[in-house]
């Protein structure tokens, strides 16, 4: 498929749970190296850009030729990125992918996945939602639920299980419809980029914590992908530690 799409990674230095992470380098580069080369691997992307608020997260991952824009401070990534957008000039068809700056591992068949589910469907927005592996509890809040109709659109985002399985049909394996986590990938065009990041906050955004429901709130669509995703953010130094094992037993111990 055509190369067209423009990768963003918004990257605060800040972080609460585990400060400085999107520098961590125990694997001999930035943990936001491997998540922007894992994005240049995307069929879709012609073009890499950190946005970060911090000149050391610039200057670092600079030094590894990647693009970056330093911004401002903001309340959240998708406002980061209507600055980075505006400052680069980029056209208001053109299509963004927000890619998150604290995973990795970050399958590029699904950054594509969620750029071709904007185009497939015409939504507004186009991201990506994958089953459950047999290891993770889709009663988990911290787990994000997604809801899909018949025509590739999002119906509902939530940390509650939904679809509620009234039946108990689920545990002998014949529900009709099995829960789906979200994917945080997020594609649209950068004139929708800007429209986003302007719409106030809704009472559903505000009580689930949940900013993609800012967009079916204020009535606009959501298309999705179905793509099977197994990995996952670095919010702790525990996981940053599982992340750098599994690399280094990939046999890549070393920086090319």
Known sequence: MVRSAVALIPARLGSTRFPGKVLASQTGRPLIWHVANQATQASMVSRVVIATDSEQV??????FGFETILTGEHPNGTSRLAEAADRLGIAEDEIVINVQGDEPEIDPLAID??????LRTGADVGTVASRFSADEDPRDPNIVKAVVGRQGLAIYFSRAMIPFDRDGAGVKGT??????????LYAYTAGFLRKYASLPETPLEATERLEQLRVLEHGYRIGVA?????????????QYAAFVSRW?????AKPN
Request: with cysteine; charged share 20%.
């Open 58 to 63: 610039a200057a670092a991952i600079g030094s």
């Open 113 to 118: 996945a969620a750029a071709t589910s904007l």
């Open 175 to 184: 529900a009709p419809a099995s829960p789906l986590k979200h994917v945080g």
């Open 226 to 238: 179905i793509h099977d995703c197994r990995h996952h953010g670095i919010d702790t130094p525990e």
């Open 248 to 252: 280094r037993s990939q046999g890549d």
